[in-house]
Nanobody, 115 residues
Framework: QVQLVESGGGLVQAGGSLRLSCAVS????????MRWYRQPPGKQRELVAGLISGGRTNYADSVKGRFTISRDHAKNTVYLQMNNLKPEDTAVYYC?????????WGQGTQVTVSS
């Protein structure tokens, strides 16, 4: 059974940084993509960053140059380093792992950026 557990969210002032972690428990031998999504208050969930099998990454235009997605294979953990945070980055952030058979989601972690 695969579970994703996010951590690292919190309250930060504009211009600050946070690093989100997504610990993946259970066995995932191959994945198609590991991604971070976010859902701002009153808005739809949106893709923030993705790590494609093979190492290629992609980012939403709104976070390019500020956010970095990475993976520690040994720890089975995916990270989202967020720098120069803005109030509009306030959202619940979700980790997602897509395999050929399943689409796994974490429970989300709240990020609040004050101005």
């Amino acid at each position: 059974q695969v579970q994703l557990v996010e951590s690292g969210g919190g309250l930060v002032q504009a211009g600050g940084s946070l690093r989100l972690s997504c610990a993946v428990s259970g066995s995932i031998l191959f994945f198609n993509a590991m991604r971070w999504y976010r859902q701002p208050p009153g808005k739809q969930r949106e893709l923030v960053a993705g790590l494609i099998s093979g190492g290629r990454t992609n980012y939403a235009d709104s976070v390019k140059g500020r956010f970095t997605i990475s993976r520690d294979h040994a720890k089975n953990t995916v990270y989202l380093q967020m720098n120069n945070l803005k109030p509009e980055d306030t959202a619940v952030y979700y980790c997602n792992v897509l395999t050929s058979r399943n689409d796994y989601w974490g429970q989300g972690t709240q990020v609040t950026v004050s101005s």
